[in-house]
């Protein structure tokens, strides 16, 4: 599976960004996005079921972003609302098949910067 992000940005505190994964050459099972900032480990922010749309959050971005994809384009969304200088993180998408349980393919990252 090949993943493309983009829409990462700079961005004023409150603000809003939309990120997008366009994935190619394999089915999808599921996808999610995970966010990073230097020295720090890897954070799981969302992920949806690309059959039926279940969707999971962390807490931290509950209620502020929202995970949605259209299957007519094999494209995933990140609605990012809300946003907080904490926020601030290169974001990447990534994408677990159906025989799997960990998240095998990975984008290469967008950055989201939200100043304060």
């Known amino acids: 599976v090949q993943l493309q992000a983009s829409g990462g940005g700079l961005v004023q505190a409150g603000g809003s960004l939309r990120l997008s994964c366009a994935a190619s050459?394999?089915?999808?099972?599921?996808m999610g996005w995970f966010r990073q900032t230097p020295g720090k480990e890897r954070e799981y922010v969302a992920q949806?079921?690309?059959?039926?749309?279940?969707?999971y959050y962390a807490d931290s971005v509950k209620g502020r972003f929202t995970i949605s994809r259209d299957n007519t384009k094999n494209t995933g969304y990140l609605q990012m609302n809300s946003l907080e200088p904490e926020d601030t993180a290169v974001y990447y998408c990534?994408?677990?098949?159906?025989?799997?349980?960990?998240?095998?393919?990975w984008g290469q990252g967008t950055q989201v910067t939200v100043s304060s």
């Open positions: 050459g394999h089915s999808v099972y599921v």
């Open positions: 949806i079921s690309w059959s039926i749309g279940t969707t």
């Open positions: 990534a994408v677990r098949n159906a025989n799997s349980r960990s998240f095998d393919y």
